[in-house]
């Protein structure tokens, strides 16, 4: 079934199972075969869920090339923004994918045309955000208008960076196209891909050659060379003061700070020593030079800070608390969440703030943020250097939350308690159980339920807050998934 997720001969044992040993593995496989699941399905499941970090997929080219469209029939779905003119790609920027039985991320750079900056410098600045976060690239080009010369500055690009590459050939709709595609071996990246996004024309050998070049997991190690510095994402909209953050913690002028949002154009990444550690921050300001690149800087940052968290342990989320709490804040922390990230929230200017603004912002967080109520919160002042102390201890809490490992027996003892004593509902003459469960991986935790029936969201829901309540798990998402025991007889 799953044929492409044989690890290879370097990753070790404990990779077929996610974090279970062997003999926690043996144990929990013959709990499975007594409640009547199929053990091939139940170490899939076990498999999925204790894969680590997805693999990240860039998805490259210049505007109006169909990125987009092959973005959706990449993940199965139409969440993209697609619209015959180029640009139009905003906000959302990572989609998870899956492919022959292998899950990665796609990253959708979109098409953003801006006069002001030049198109090959536009494409190269997305394409440079893009690349710096993946694993591997699919460079897409259009076979009817073949290679121009912003296609060849993202060639030169791409070379630059060493990451495997795939090139799309797109827009070939029949034979008659395969011609036009044969031209762009011109480009010396190896065999251009014949595809019709809109139609899924030569998508699946396309996505074969993907799986090919991409790796099993990321070359990421998460810090754990011994006394590796642990990334931190200093994330959030522009002009909450995020360089102004860096400044203070490295205790100098690292980064230039203005009043104008997005000053900060190039990453920063900055060995700092705090808390008797050294830390590797990674400053995502926003990334506009100009005000008049206002209108495609939403997009740029979201490109600009989905790379950073796909490389970081943690990302710090700084909220200007001197203001509403914005669509675009909740954006970025479900940016964080969904990346599976270890996550603190940082209040700044709170020394601006008098008695009835920190009132309604309470109510704010409450109402708004109340998903990752979770997470650690630190009240600061990056002018003023107001509560920096409580920075690294927030950000040690949520790594060990990420980290943090229930053995399976106690894990089913708890379990066992939680469904004697609140049971499924009923529904359609039927009580599903959760029968056992495992925690398959960590960074972040990730469970497997095995149930007699379906389990609905709400109940998920509970059963991840009292696993909050039990173990802690504080400033770290939690991923849980299900799996129904089938019917006897209905397998093939």
């Not at 045309?113 to 494409?123: C, N, T």
């Not at 591997?136 to 080009?141: D, E």
């Amino acid at each position: 079934m799953n044929d492409h997720s044989q690890p290879d001969g370097s990753a070790e044992h404990e990779h077929d199972h996610g974090a279970l040993g062997d003999a926690e593995f043996a144990e929990f496989m013959e709990l499975a075969a007594e409640e009547g699941f199929d053990l091939e399905d139940v170490e899939g499941a076990i498999e999925a869920a204790g894969h680590g970090p997805l693999p990240v997929l860039a998805v490259v080219g210049r505007p109006n090339v169909g990125k987009s469209t092959l973005v959706n029939r990449i993940i199965g779905r139409r969440e993209a923004v697609v619209e015959d003119k180029p640009g139009v790609t905003r906000d959302r920027v990572t989609y998870e994918a899956e492919w022959a039985g292998r899950r990665f991320k796609v990253v959708d750079t979109g098409g953003w045309e801006q006069d002001v900056l030049g198109i090959d410098a536009s494409v190269a600045a997305q394409a440079e955000y893009a690349i710096e976060a993946a694993d591997a690239v699919v460079f897409v080009v259009d076979a009817k208008v073949g290679a121009t010369d912003t296609d060849e500055a993202v060639v030169r690009l791409l070379r630059k960076a060493g990451k495997p590459v795939v090139l799309c050939a797109n827009k070939v709709d029949g034979p008659s196209g395969e011609a036009d595609a044969a031209y762009l071996w011109s480009l010396g990246l190896g065999e251009p891909y014949p595809v019709s996004a809109l139609h899924g024309r030569g998508t699946g050998d396309m996505l074969d050659q993907v799986l090919e070049v991409l790796p099993e997991a990321p070359a990421q190690t998460f810090g754990t060379a011994v006394g590796g510095p642990r990334r931190i994402a200093l994330i959030g909209r522009p002009n909450v003061g995020k360089s102004s953050l860096l400044n203070k913690v490295a205790g100098e002028e690292r980064v230039v700070v203005n009043e104008l949002a997005g000053t900060t154009r190039d990453p920063v990444d900055e060995m700092i020593e705090l808390g008797g550690r050294t830390w590797k921050f990674v400053d995502t300001a926003g990334i506009r030079k100009r005000v008049h690149l206002q209108q495609g800087a939403d997009y740029y940052a979201s490109l600009r800070t989905a790379a950073a968290v796909e490389k970081a342990e943690v990302a710090v989320v700084l909220i200007d608390a001197s203001e509403s709490i914005s669509v675009q804040d909740q954006r970025i922390v479900t940016m964080a969440v969904e990346a599976g990230r270890a996550l603190v929230l940082a209040y700044n200017k709170w020394d601006t703030l008098d008695e009835e603004r920190r009132y309604y912002l309470e109510r704010e967080i409450e109402t708004e943020l109340g998903q990752v109520a979770w997470a650690p919160r630190v009240n600061v002042s990056a002018r003023t250097g107001r509560h920096m102390e409580k920075l690294v201890p927030a950000i040690e809490t949520a790594l060990e939350g990420w980290e943090t490992r229930v053995p399976t027996g106690r894990l089913n003892a708890f379990l066992g308690e939680l469904v004697a004593a609140h049971p499924h509902p009923v529904r359609g003459g039927k009580q599903p159980r959760i029968l056992f469960g495992t925690q398959a991986g960590t960074k972040p935790p990730r469970f497997v339920l095995f149930a007699s029936g379906f389990i609905e969201a709400g109940y998920r829901r509970f059963i991840e807050r009292r696993l909050r309540e039990e173990f802690g798990f504080e400033g770290t998402p939690i991923h849980i998934s299900v799996r129904v025991r089938e019917k006897r007889g209905k397998k093939k």
